[in-house]
């Protein structure tokens, strides 16, 4: 379950950035998480992240769902993560909750807003997932 739970938060990670225009909906999406974000540009965000393979956009060497873009529901606009420190929580059913810090960046990353993230969604086992802290990057 932790195993689950950890590839999961990598997806999550980055809560924030998707490699286009959504043309579809995001949010129907098997293995997607909803969260909201508060960004340093005076706005709030609804947000979906999808990670169905486990890839993200990244560089070869970082070409893992840690980098998944996020797409802001209600709009076109998508958030690529440059930078992030996230704390990831799986609660199991019935369990004690299980947190673990998560922090990286990118080499060359762009930094353009910086928004603070959060969301929590169960699976249908009554599993609990979810994150809160920073994301920083930029949108498109």
């Not at 930078?83 to 353009?112: C, E, H, I, M, Y």
């Amino acid at each position: 379950m932790l195993r689950k739970a950890a590839a999961i938060a990598a997806g999550i990670a980055v809560c924030c950035a998707v490699a286009g225009a959504a043309l579809a909906d995001p949010t129907g999406s098997k293995n997607s998480f909803q969260g909201t974000a508060a960004c340093s540009n005076g706005f709030s965000y609804p947000f979906v992240v999808n990670n169905a393979n486990g890839q993200g956009s990244g560089s070869q060497d970082q070409n893992t769902a840690e980098w998944a873009p996020a797409h802001f529901i209600g709009s076109t606009s998508v958030f690529h993560p440059s930078v992030f420190d996230l704390t990831f929580t799986f609660t199991p059913a019935g369990g004690s909750p299980q947190s673990f810090l998560n922090t990286d960046s990118r080499k060359n990353g762009t930094v353009a807003v910086t928004c603070r993230v959060s969301g929590s969604q169960s699976d249908p086992q009554g599993d609990t997932f979810s994150i809160s802290g920073t994301v920083s990057g930029w949108i498109s």
